[in-house]
């Protein structure tokens, strides 16, 4: 199964999100938060959210462009937690599926012999 050209790890910290290459490790981009607080990540395949201070942000998974950012008046600088109601990929699960069926199908004929 071919890989992406590249697949990247995002990662929160104090008030920085930055995403790193997953095969070398490398700094792709930084996008610095306004709070030193917990930093809370949700990727749902197709959004990078972000949460820190109370706040909440959506960023360009490629470049950690703000896409829009939500203060979230008169409700505190607590840590947010973040949910999304989007599904995966239902491509990603029907090839991983495929493959754990393929894998299973070949153990069975193993077991056979």
């Known amino acids: 199964m071919p890989r992406n050209p590249?697949?990247?790890i995002?990662?929160?910290?104090?008030?920085?999100i930055m995403a790193l290459d997953?095969?070398?490790g490398?700094?792709?981009w930084r996008t610095k938060l306004h709070?030193?607080?917990f930093v809370t990540v949700l990727w749902d395949g197709e959004a990078l959210l972000v949460a820190n201070g109370g706040e909440v942000w959506r960023l360009d998974p490629a470049r950690g462009d703000v896409i829009w950012h939500s203060e979230m008046k008169r409700?505190?600088?607590g840590i947010v937690s973040l949910a999304s109601t989007r599904r995966p990929s239902t491509g990603?699960?029907?090839s991983l599926a495929a493959e754990?069926?393929?894998r299973a199908a070949a153990a069975a004929v193993v077991a056979s012999t």
């Open 100 to 102: 754990q069926r393929r």
């Open 35 to 37: 709070s030193s607080d």
């Open 22 to 24: 997953d095969r070398t």
């Open 10 to 16: 995002f990662v929160g910290i104090k008030n920085t």
């Open 75 to 77: 409700l505190g600088r």
């Open 6 to 8: 590249q697949v990247l």
């Open 92 to 94: 990603v699960d029907s």
């Open 26 to 28: 490398a700094e792709v």
